[in-house]
T-cell receptor
Framework: DVKVTQSSRYLVKRTGEKVFLECVQD?????MFWYRQDPGLGLRLIYF???????EKGDIPEGYSVSREKKERFSLILESASTNQTSMYLC???????????????FGPGTRLTVT | QKEVEQNSGPLSVPEGAIASLNCTYS??????FFWYRQYSGKSPELIMS????GDKEDGRFTAQLNKASQYVSLLIRDSQPSDSATYLC???????????FGKGTRLHILP
């Protein structure tokens, strides 16, 4: 069974704090993803990594950065949290397809982040 | 803008009937399509993937892909109250390992 874990289920932070969200997968997947999900807006891709130390901006990267030092671990960093970053954050992983298509993504349980 | 579109619902279906969920997509070059189920407050869970035109069956679920018409559908036979959830359609939209999700259809199975 594919397992993707996230460091926290619920997190409350203050405006201006630096926030780290961590994700670990145990399936040797090359690809890892960070999404946020908001009512009415659906799932939106923040950042994508296809290999260690490699990253690619998604659709809404502003205000976020990422780190991938090991294949199984992908971290999302909010340098200075703001209230508009209150959301559900979802990590996912998949095998590399590499010819324009995509393989199935498997999701972690999510972190509900509240910034006050 | 590359998009995956779904009717937001709610779609109400009596228990034991067939639930039919539909999705259209904008990029004709898309190769891979996925259906996810998401319960309230939980993360998306993969139900089916489909890559070729036609039908793909897995238990009570059948995914259908028509690339010429650019639509994907999911049929759920013998619907159960536990099938009540939001169903997300997703496709690669020719974006190299990244997929775009629709906003989901809320399905309500009536006991």
């Amino acid at each position: 069974d594919v397992k993707v874990t996230q460091s926290s289920r619920y997190l409350v932070k203050r405006t201006g704090e630096k926030v780290f969200l961590e994700c670990v997968q145990d399936m040797d997947h090359e690809n890892m993803f960070w999404y946020r999900q908001d009512p009415g807006l659906g799932l939106r891709l923040i950042y994508f990594s296809y290999d260690v130390k490699m990253k690619e901006k998604g659709d809404i990267p502003e205000g976020y950065s990422v780190s991938r030092e090991k294949k199984e671990r992908f971290s999302l960093i909010l340098e200075s949290a703001s209230t508009n970053q209150t959301s559900m954050y979802l990590c996912a992983s998949s095998f590399l397809e590499g010819t324009g298509g995509a393989y199935e993504q498997y999701f972690g349980p999510g972190t509900r982040l509240t910034v006050t | 803008q590359k998009e995956v579109e779904q009717n937001s619902g709610p779609l109400s279906v009596p228990e034991g009937a067939i639930a039919s969920l539909n999705c259209t997509y904008s990029d004709r070059g898309s190769q891979s399509f996925f259906w996810y189920r998401q319960y309230s407050g939980k993360s998306p869970e993969l139900i089916m993937s489909i890559y070729s035109n036609g039908d793909k069956e897995d238990g009570r679920f059948t995914a259908q892909l028509n690339k010429a018409s650019q639509y994907v559908s999911l049929l759920i036979r013998d619907s159960q109250p536990s099938d009540s959830a939001t169903y997300l359609c997703a496709g690669d939209m020719n974006r190299d390992d990244k997929i775009i999700f629709g906003k989901g259809t809320r399905l309500h199975i009536l006991p």
